[in-house]
């Protein structure tokens, strides 16, 4: 088995500012995803990269970077933050796009005050 | 652009009682697009509950079950008879075979009382 890290778990940022959010897996997954979820939605696709320095822009892209440097690795990056972006952002990760079974990150919760 | 409707939440039933959570979808891009179930419990990430990728085929798993229907463009989510520790928020998603991206909906609250 393997699993999903993301750091920080709760993240605290003021208006404007940069902030960065981390997640690595140990799966070897090629695919990684950013997500993300407000309160009572569905997730809604930010970024996805399919293999290392691949970045694919998602619905949700404007707003955020996203680099991946490394295979085990994927950031995302919210350029500034705004008010109404207190959201979970969820990493995931897949090796069989054929199927699409996504594994998942515990979650970022962001909330910019 | 494709999209997934479910039952909105949240659901409330006693235990031991039957369940069904409701999901269509619209796949204008994809012919037979990929089904999946997801689920949150408490306190954990998400998790995959069970996938079909056949068109009339069924999955089941944990004891939930669900039949791809693509006449009526359905994935119902049923179960005969739901204990406690089903309460959780279960997602139905969508993709298309050999792509990246997956559709999910917008999830239902389950909430089953003792």
């Known amino acids: 088995g393997g699993i999903i890290t993301q750091t920080p778990k709760f993240l605290i940022g003021q208006e404007g500012q940069k902030l960065t959010l981390k997640c690595q897996q140990n799966?070897?997954?090629?695919?990684m995803y950013w997500y993300r979820q407000d309160s009572g939605k569905g997730l809604r696709l930010i970024y996805y990269?399919?293999?290392?320095?691949?970045?694919q822009k998602g619905d949700l892209s404007e707003g955020y970077d996203a680099s991946r440097e490394k295979k085990s690795s994927f950031s995302l990056t919210v350029t500034s933050a705004q008010k109404n972006e207190m959201a979970v952002f969820l990493c995931?990760?897949?090796?069989?796009?054929?199927?699409?079974?996504?594994?998942f990150g515990p979650g970022t919760r962001l909330t910019v005050l | 652009g494709d999209s997934v409707t479910q039952t909105e939440g949240p659901v409330t039933v006693s235990e031991s009682e039957s369940l069904i959570i409701n999901c269509t979808y619209s796949?204008?891009?994809?012919?037979?697009?990929?089904l999946f179930w997801y689920v949150r419990y408490p306190g954990e990430g998400l998790q995959l509950l069970l996938k079909?990728?056949?068109?009339?085929q069924k999955g089941s798993s944990r004891g939930f079950e669900a039949t791809y229907n693509k006449e009526t463009t359905s994935f119902h989510l049923q179960k005969a008879s739901v204990q406690e520790s089903d309460s959780a928020v279960y997602y139905c998603?969508?993709?298309?075979?050999?792509?990246?991206?997956?559709?999910f909906g917008s999830g239902t609250r389950l909430l089953v009382s003792p």
């Open positions: 995931a990760s897949t090796s069989d796009r054929n199927y699409a079974e996504q594994f």
């Open positions: 799966f070897n997954h090629d695919t």
């Open positions: 990269s399919i293999t290392e320095n691949d970045l």
């Open positions: 796949a204008t891009s994809i012919a037979y697009p990929n």
């Open positions: 079909v990728i056949t068109a009339g």
């Open positions: 998603a969508l993709a298309r075979t050999g792509g990246y991206k997956v559709v």
